[in-house]
């Protein structure tokens, strides 16, 4: 079983639509989480970071139970400029001991396509 | 503020050739991190460094070396290339361990091996 999950996608999608990603995790020593972001043939960027309480910045939502060990994003009014490849990242928290404290470890990312 | 550097931007070698691939981050962070990004197989972690002077094997670490002399640079030396060498490498950088600081990534090399 993969340390992080994503549901690969692709998502096709209307302009204006609203659209969930859901990942899972496995590891517990995992302390924080984040969504990224990667355009074709482009870098990572982080997109946001992951709260238990829930976090929200503009159209974006991101939702983390840890006792499920979820993590979820929500796009509301889906622009074309969204289309892009959303990746789950989790990062190793303390308990996970030596160098590993600190370490990413990625999703296969969720392929999302707005169209007009 | 540059952010994390990467060259070259595009490399082509031989089978059994070797190479270094450069990552130089001017922002402190104590992290950094090589991936290898394939299709269908996402970002896998090659090695990683938490300092200056440590270093540690990630998922896919076989083919490759690396040392960390300075916090800035981190570079990733590919002993002799195979075939399956062939991807898009990306470095990345953080802050610290703790807490909520994400990684910035480099905008990457895409290798070939022929």
């Known amino acids: 079983r993969k340390e992080v999950e994503q549901d690969p996608g692709p998502f096709n999608v209307p302009e204006g639509a609203t659209v969930a990603f859901n990942c899972t995790y496995s590891n517990s020593a995992s302390q924080s989480f984040f969504w990224y972001r990667q355009d074709c043939r482009k870098e990572p960027k982080l997109l946001m970071s992951?709260?238990?309480s829930g976090n929200e910045d503009g159209r974006f939502t991101a939702q983390l139970n840890r006792a499920s060990q979820y993590i979820s994003l929500l796009i509301r009014d889906s622009k074309l400029s969204d289309s892009a490849t959303y990746l789950c990242v989790v990062k190793n928290g303390p308990n996970a001991g030596g160098t590993s404290y600190g370490k990413l470890t990625f999703g296969q990312g969720t392929i999302l396509t707005v169209h007009p | 503020n540059a952010g994390v550097t990467q060259t070259p931007k595009f490399q082509v070698l031989k089978t059994g050739q070797s190479m270094t691939l450069q990552c130089a981050q001017d922002?402190?962070?104590?992290?950094m991190s090589w991936y290898r990004q394939d299709p269908g197989m996402g970002l896998r972690l090659i090695h990683y460094?938490?300092?200056?002077?440590?270093?540690d094997q990630g998922e896919v670490p076989n083919g490759y070396n690396v040392s960390r002399s300075t916090t800035e640079d981190f570079p990733l030396r590919l002993l002799s290339a195979a075939p399956s060498q062939t991807s898009v490498y990306f470095c990345?950088?953080?802050?610290?361990?703790?807490?909520?600081?994400?990684?910035?990534f480099g905008s990457g090399t895409r290798l070939t091996v022929v």
């Open positions: 990345a950088s953080s802050p610290q361990g703790a807490g909520g600081y994400g990684y910035t």
């Open positions: 460094s938490v300092g200056a002077g440590i270093t």
């Open positions: 992951v709260y238990s």
């Open positions: 922002m402190n962070h104590e992290y």
